[in-house]
């Protein structure tokens, strides 16, 4: 009995390889459809002129973010809402004030205090350059002011010295970010994109290894074959390691070939330049860690594989514990897409938190990285994410015995 034996009974399952074209397909989709500015699908294809005008104005703006470099485009920016060829003609501004008067309720003061009103269209598409690099001038601002209000937090929600460590510990992490970490801007949607492709695979890549796991162990069960595989020379020794290794392989396998395709069309449509720039946007990630979008990307693909290594051996521990591979499915499904269950339980502390100790949410790459949550173990803070991926390591070594055990043990039917 080899890994190779093994190997082929899963090139002879059907259902694998549909799963696995859907997901290559659902992949290229992702990276194909969507908004550039975007790192989701929205169903339509992806502009190429867009992307070449989005780049080409990045690139007016590329360079480290510092208070210079701040100034000067806050300058031009207040030229263009100040220049008399960007805005409508007074007729039109009257026409303007009197509409939002009698909708809101604004006083003339207020409604000619907003100056963006006003701008022609030349004006607003001018205007418009600088939205993105004006919200990331105030990189270092947000990062203190962040780091400040999560400390407020904890010292609301953990009176005492727990909640004071926390407390501490927080603000000096954002505090370090603000103050020793030079963020720099630049075009950096291909790797926007290619994390946004990521945060699909639970549908993608996790159900390929669902379908290609669940009969691994329960597949003898049910053929009524696992007495007679157990009667063999390794039936009751390494048969249960080496179907383990079998599935394993084929997940990273998976795991590679869909990331592979993924990098790929990614890189080749949308660039991958800007490994350097920012990638707190400060709205979906508000972490402080002192990375640009090649580390951040890397760290992501880093988790997303340690997920893939995590649903599988989580599948296989079921599969070795019941005997129904449809029982199977549902069991590894639910564990699959609980973490996608967010509309049901968001909001919710405790919930939020098991998510990312569950593989689906590592399988997304990022996703457990956007935040930045501290636990308080043996007396002192400790990030979450760090908690999670060493709890993750140990479960995988727990489940490996622990499915090749159940295997060895337990009595086959027929």
């Not at 998510?355 to 457990?368: E, K, V």
Request: aromatic fraction near 14%; charged fraction near 20%; include cysteine.
């Amino acid at each position: 009995m080899t890994l190779f034996y093994e190997l082929k009974k899963t090139a002879r399952n059907w259902a694998f390889w549909a799963a696995l074209a859907a997901a290559l397909a659902l992949t290229l989709m992702t990276a194909l459809m969507g908004d550039p500015g975007t790192s989701y699908s929205n169903g339509f294809p992806v502009s190429a002129e867009k992307l070449r005008q989005i780049r080409e104005t990045r690139a007016y703006f590329t360079g480290p973010i510092t208070p210079e470099w701040t100034a000067r485009y806050r300058a031009e920016d207040g030229a263009i809402l100040s220049d008399p060829k960007f805005r409508v003609s007074e007729e039109e501004a009257e026409s303007i004030v009197r509409q939002y008067q009698e909708r809101y309720g604004y006083t003339e003061e207020t409604v000619r205090g907003m100056t963006v009103l006003f701008l022609n269209e030349a004006g607003l598409a001018a205007h418009n350059m600088y939205e993105d690099p004006l919200i990331a001038g105030n990189f270092y601002e947000n990062a203190e002011r962040y780091g400040e209000s999560m400390a407020e937090y904890y010292l609301r929600a953990y009176p005492g010295k727990r909640g004071e460590r926390l407390a501490e510990s927080v603000r000096e992490s954002y505090h370090a970010l603000a103050t020793e970490y030079t963020a720099r801007y630049n075009y950096d949607l291909g790797y926007v994109k290619a994390r946004g492709v990521l945060n699909s695979y639970p549908y993608t890549v996790g159900v390929a290894i669902l379908i290609a796991m669940i009969p691994v162990f329960s597949g003898e069960y049910s053929r009524r074959t696992a007495a007679l595989l157990k009667s063999s020379r390794y039936g009751r020794g390494r048969l249960g390691h080496i179907k383990l290794a079998s599935g394993l392989t084929v997940a990273v396998a998976v795991w590679a070939v869909v990331t592979a395709v993924t990098l790929t069309a990614v890189f080749l449509i949308y660039s991958a330049t800007g490994g350097e720039a920012l990638w707190q946007d400060w709205l979906t990630a508000v972490s402080p860690y002192p990375w640009d979008q090649l580390k951040i990307m890397a760290v992501s693909l880093g988790t997303s594989l340690l997920g893939a290594v995590y649903l599988a051996i989580t599948v296989m521990l079921v599969s070795s514990a019941v005997k129904s591979q449809l029982a199977g499915l549902a069991a590894g499904g639910a564990i699959l897409l609980f973490p996608m269950l967010d509309f049901v339980f968001g909001g919710v502390y405790a919930i939020d938190m098991l998510y990312n100790f569950l593989p689906s949410r590592l399988l997304m790459g990022d996703r457990i990285w956007r935040s930045f949550e501290l636990l308080y173990l043996f007396g002192r803070p400790m990030p979450c994410q760090y908690v999670a991926l060493l709890t993750t390591a140990v479960l995988c070594v727990v489940m490996w015995f622990l499915a090749a055990g159940i295997y060895k043990n337990r009595r086959a039917e027929g």
